[in-house]
């Protein structure tokens, strides 16, 4: 709940499902992506759910710089990320519960209780 109020004031709309698997590409860019399950709310939410789909880079830091140098830097990042994985998280361990997945769930559980606190 600490990070709560860092999201809260940013609606936008937001692909809400941006794993690897839906993520088209020719190979060296993002030519689409597919299979939203759409909100409305912090697009965070995206950045959250795909910043572990490319194996030793930090897609949340290369964002973040990104929009830097675009000289649109993104209020309080860190706390609106930490919020965002908060989000997503809890949605993941109610999709593994229904799934049946124990060993996902747990997996899960445990990076969520490494996330700072507020």
């Not at 600490?2 to 940013?10: E, G, K, T």
């Not at 909100?39 to 910043?51: L, N």
């Not at 929009?67 to 990320?81: A, M, Q, T």
């Amino acid at each position: 709940m600490a990070f709560c109020s860092y999201n809260a004031a940013h609606r936008h709309f937001v692909h809400n499902d941006c794993h690897e698997w839906n993520i088209i590409s020719d190979g060296s860019s993002i030519t689409g992506i597919i299979d939203a399950g759409f909100i409305y709310g912090d697009f965070m939410i995206d950045i959250a759910t795909i910043e572990e789909a490319v194996p030793g880079i930090d897609l949340g830091e290369a964002f973040r710089v990104h929009y830097e140098h675009l000289g649109k830097p993104i209020d309080n990042f860190k706390e609106r990320l930490i919020g965002a994985r908060y989000f997503k998280g809890l949605d993941g361990l109610r999709f593994f519960a229904k799934m049946g997945w124990d060993h996902a769930y747990i997996e899960l559980r445990d990076k969520l209780l490494s996330l700072p606190k507020g």
